[in-house]
């Protein structure tokens, strides 16, 4: 079992950043890989980030490069997404998500974002 808490959502204007976090425990994830959804009101979760823990290879939405970036601290077990140039699109309930062979099997309880303009 992992068990997966995310932090960090809030309420930032456009163009602001912010940071959410994403603590694992329960297992050692050298396996697994964690990545970022998200979910607007009336539509579908939708991927945003992910991260190997082994090697720490990264891939981003097309719709956040640039602007996202994941990254983790070993020593804390955490996941971080830092996400600059926020916009109204970027407005969602987020959750970190863990699994092996691209599959995600624990989910934490979200975490959420407002961006208003």
């Known amino acids: 079992q992992v068990q997966l808490v995310e932090s960090g959502g809030g309420l930032v204007q456009v163009g602001g950043s912010l940071r959410l976090s994403c603590a694992a425990s329960?297992?050692?994830?050298?396996?697994?890989?964690i990545g970022w959804f998200r979910q607007a009101p009336g539509k579908e979760r939708e991927f945003v980030a992910a991260?190997?823990?082994?090697?720490?290879?990264?891939s981003y939405a097309d719709s956040v490069k640039g602007r996202f970036t994941i990254s983790r601290d070993n020593v804390k077990n955490t996941v971080y997404l830092q996400m600059n140039s926020l916009t109204p699109e970027d407005t969602a309930v987020y959750y970190c998500?863990?699994?092996?062979?691209?599959?995600?099997?624990?989910w934490g309880q979200g975490t959420q974002v407002t961006v208003s303009s």
């Open positions: 998500g863990t699994g092996v062979l691209g599959t995600y099997t624990y």
């Open positions: 329960g297992r050692t994830l050298s396996s697994y890989t």
């Open positions: 991260l190997k823990w082994s090697g720490g290879r990264t």
